[in-house]
């Protein structure tokens, strides 16, 4: 039994179950050899591996994965088809849905492709064009760029290497050491990793990290990763 298993179907609402243009899509082949592919272990996305185009987008992905006010994420979540003139689809980058059940999907872009538009604000290029669909379909669409990341570049850098011992966890759960985290957790102060460990008694550091960073990643601890 995987703990607190989040259970997706790749859709982020009922009522797309026949609607095309809510299919996850993946990267298609091409454009996995053309680009630079990268993997991501998910809890919210039903602990499985994401793939993405770039860095930057796994880099987005590992923020909301740290983010105890999202419950699921998804990679390419809504293709647009033939949004632009020229025929082209478009599909956003990321989707994460709230734990008040709100969606958002996001575009991910770095600083110096932004453009002007009409009213010398930057932007992706196309946002005008998005965003009316998305107002047009009930759907709330944002933008994040690298120099937006850099504001959490600490707490991507260290949920970078939390994540593991979070899929530890997922992979081979210990309830009861998890109890016992939580009922030393709630003792007044806090706890550095080895007094944590101390504290828990006969079980062993390795045992005790990553359920720690699973309580870490449920919003049952808290810690500072920023």
């Avoid at 993405?52 to 809504?78: H, N």
């Avoid at 939580?182 to 990553?210: C, H, S």
Wanted: net charge negative; aromatic share 8%.
């Amino acid at each position: 039994m995987r703990p607190d298993a989040v259970t997706i179907d790749y859709r982020f609402s009922p009522e797309a179950a026949n609607d095309p243009t809510m299919e996850t899509h993946g990267i298609p082949a091409h454009r996995r050899i053309q680009c630079n592919h990268y993997l991501m272990w998910s809890a919210k996305a039903g602990g499985r591996e994401m793939e993405f185009e770039s860095e930057l987008e796994l880099r987005a992905a590992v923020l909301f994965e740290s983010r105890t006010d999202i419950r699921e994420i998804c990679e390419q979540p809504v293709r647009i088809p033939r949004l632009f003139s020229s025929g082209r689809h478009y599909t956003f980058d990321l989707g994460v849905r709230y734990a008040d059940a709100r969606e958002q999907l996001f575009e991910i872009k770095m600083d110096i492709e932004l453009v002007l538009d009409a009213n010398s604000e930057l932007k992706p290029p196309h946002w005008d064009e998005i965003t009316a669909w998305c107002r047009l379909n009930g759907r709330d669409c944002a933008f994040l760029t690298d120099q937006m990341l850099k504001e959490d570049e600490f707490r991507i850098d260290n949920w970078l290497k939390i994540l593991p011992f979070v899929k530890r966890a997922w992979d081979q759960p210990n309830p009861a050491l998890r109890d016992e985290i939580l009922l030393v957790a709630r003792e007044p102060g806090g706890l550095t990793l080895e007094e944590l460990a101390i504290a828990v008694g006969d079980a062993d550091r390795q045992d005790v990290l990553p359920e720690a960073c699973w309580l870490l990643h449920q919003g049952a601890i808290v810690a500072d990763t920023d």
